[in-house]
């Protein structure tokens, strides 16, 4: 039986061909508002918002493989364009 892991998390907005972590700040502008009256908000606590290049590569050194949950038929990312769904399985070839 296949366990899995499903991750939700805000992406950047940047258009890389490699994998990127922007930096949250509150002197630059970013995808998500990190001021004091944000931080009650759900799902704006982090501070590095990868891009789907950088998901993949990080899944893939711990072992997972990596499959997007998000696009046109998820209603929820449709209406939130800068967040993502993954589904992470543990790899048949992963040591751990």
Sequence with gaps: MKKWI???????AIQSD????????DIYRTVAPQ???SLRGIGISNY?????HAIRKLTHSYG???????????????EYP??????????ATSHD
């Design 48 to 52: 590095l918002f990868p891009d789907e």
């Design 64 to 78: 997972f493989e990596c499959s997007s949950l998000s696009g046109p038929h998820n209603r929820y990312t449709q």
């Design 18 to 25: 490699l994998p990127i972590f922007e930096y949250a700040s």
């Design 82 to 91: 800068t967040r993502c769904f993954f589904r992470l399985v543990k790899s």
């Design 6 to 12: 499903n991750l939700e998390t805000q992406m950047s």
């Design 35 to 37: 001021d004091k009256p």
